[in-house]
Every structure is written in structure tokens, then in C-alpha cells.
């Protein structure tokens, strides 16, 4: 079981910039890819970026050029670094993370609660 826990949330003016954080339970070099998504009220749930364990990195392209994610294999953490903020990144940001399963053709998936970012014109 892993527990993911994100922090840094908040309230930005448009322009401004957040640095998202996201504590796992476990050694991060065990789990697969991490991720973050963002789901805004009435709106599908998105992927926003994704770090793998040999820290290949992919965007959003709404957010490519803006948001930098990383991984911190000693404190295991994974960040959002988000810049360049405007008021259509408002949304509660998950962290989430993959892990094998008991065989090959299984994968678990854990969730974080959310941090709220609020973006303001």
C-alpha cells in the first residue's frame, strides 16, 4: 500500500508560480511512472505531467514549457514546479503513482487527496 500526500496549493495571481509537492510512503525508486493530474470543477480529470523511474519525462502540452516535474529519490518526493500561471490551471492538482502487482499483467494505481490551486486574473 502507498500513501501519497501532496502539499503547496494555494492561491496565485495570473503570472505567479507554485511549487507543487508530493510525499510517498515508500521508496519512490520501487514504483514505476508518477504523475500528476488536475481535474477542474465539471471537467474530465487530465494528465499534466509524468516522471518515470528513469526520470524520462512527458507534458501536457497546455503545460509544456511552464511546469518542470522531478523526482527526489532521497526525501521520496516528486514536485510540480509550475510557471507562468494563468486562470485555466485552476483546479485541484492529484499526485499518483503505478507499481507493479503480484504479476506482470497487473498494475496498481494510488491517489493523493489533492491540493487546490486557485489561479486569479
Not at 509537492?21 to 504523475?35: F, G, H, K, P
Amino acid at each position: 500500500q502507498v500513501q501519497l500526500v501532496e502539499s503547496g496549493g494555494g492561491l496565485v495571481q495570473a503570472g505567479g508560480s507554485l511549487r507543487l509537492s508530493c510525499a510517498a510512503s515508500v521508496d519512490i525508486r520501487t514504483l514505476n511512472d508518477m504523475a500528476w493530474y488536475r481535474q477542474a470543477p465539471g471537467k474530465q480529470r487530465e494528465l499534466v505531467a509524468v516522471i518515470t523511474s528513469v526520470y524520462t519525462t512527458n507534458y501536457a502540452d497546455s503545460v509544456k514549457g511552464r511546469f518542470t516535474i522531478s523526482r527526489d529519490n532521497v526525501r521520496n518526493t516528486v514536485a510540480l514546479q509550475m510557471n507562468s500561471l494563468n486562470p485555466d490551471d485552476t483546479a485541484v492538482y492529484y499526485c499518483n503513482a503505478r507499481e507493479d502487482g503480484d504479476t506482470f499483467l497487473d498494475e496498481n494505481e494510488y491517489w493523493g487527496q489533492g491540493t487546490q490551486v486557485t489561479v486569479s486574473s
